[in-house]
């Protein structure tokens, strides 16, 4: 069975600065991965996919995310934050053989300072 | 415009008093499945449906139960629910089962069971 995890529970981050959520798979076949971002109050809106080819990805709002087989990682990463991205983000894993069932991880909630 | 709908938004009720939460989605989409998000476990599939009359468990479906009797609607029904059913609820369409395609989120149903 898939899983993900999100090691992050909690980022803090000044708006302009960088920033990167780390995301680890596991899964026995190629992975379809995906990362979605909740506003507080709101569902979940895809920021970005990757089902193959070009290993770094680009998605909405200025958001990327680099696929790394080796290391079972699919990190998200944006140059500068701009403070309407605090919000929770999750990384997921598709499994379409088991009913299109999207692993979810437990999520990383970021805080943007001024 | 294209949406997923869930009723209600926010829901305070009491132990065995059974519930359904309704799901409807306009876009013609033929897979819909249930989701609950409970803090630090992300989101995990309850039921989900690749077309009508046609519905699956995911991997937490005790205490629910669904049906698709028309492509649109996809409801969820607690027949008596328990404070451990106190979550975050989320319906997601999206046109077929095969991970390769986006997952619509409704905005939520909060549920809480006293």
Known sequence: ?114 | EAQVTQNPRYLITVTGKKLTVTCSQNMNHEYMSWYRQDPGLGLRQIYYSMNVEVTDKGDVPEGYKVSRKEKRNFPLILESPSPNQTSLYFCASSWDHSNTGELFFGEGSRLTVL
């Open chain 1, 1 to 114: 069975a898939q899983s993900v995890t999100q090691p992050d529970i909690h980022i803090t981050v000044s708006e302009g600065a960088s920033l990167e959520l780390r995301c680890n798979y596991s899964y026995g076949a190629t992975p379809y991965l995906f990362w979605y971002v909740q506003s507080p109050g709101q569902g979940l809106q895809l920021l970005l996919k990757y089902f193959s080819g070009d290993t770094l990805v680009q998605g909405i709002k200025g958001f990327e995310a680099e696929f790394k087989r080796s290391q079972s990682s699919f990190n998200l990463r944006k140059p500068s934050v701009h403070w309407s991205d605090a919000a929770e983000y999750f990384c997921a894993v598709g499994a379409w053989a088991a009913g299109n069932k999207l692993t979810f991880g437990g999520g990383t909630r970021v805080l943007v300072k001024p």
